[in-house]
């Protein structure tokens, strides 16, 4: 499974996809267990998901230890609009050297 390169993140557009702590919390160890296995995505997107609170801190840990990623989307999703999100991906942003 490690060498999965593009992920994305996705609710159905005819349901209420709002975003609970859980599931942000399986996300993050999910990439955390996919990157400690050796795996780096090269794309990561996230599709029509809402969220109520802050999820920087579970979504976009796993940025900071990647090297390989080359895009990160987001269509369609509130995610950057609560709390520190924009400021904490900013921080991130920087760092990733191979972003298109």
């Known amino acids: 499974m490690t060498t999965l390169k593009y ?3 996705s609710g159905l557009p005819q349901i209420n996809n709002k975003m609970n702590d859980k599931a942000a ?3 993050k160890k999910g990439l955390t267990n996919f990157q400690q296995a050796g795996g780096r995505f090269d794309i990561i997107s996230f599709n029509n998901i809402i969220v109520s ?3 920087s801190e579970q979504l976009f840990s796993y940025l900071n230890e990647t090297e390989t990623l080359t ?3 987001f269509s369609k999703t509130n995610i950057l609009a609560h709390g520190n999100a924009i400021k904490v991906l900013s921080n991130i942003l920087v760092k990733l050297k191979n972003l298109q």
Request: glycine share 0%; aromatic share 16%.
């Open 71 to 73: 895009s990160l989307r």
């Open 53 to 55: 609170e802050d999820f």
């Open 7 to 9: 992920i994305e993140f």
């Open 25 to 27: 919390k399986a996300i």
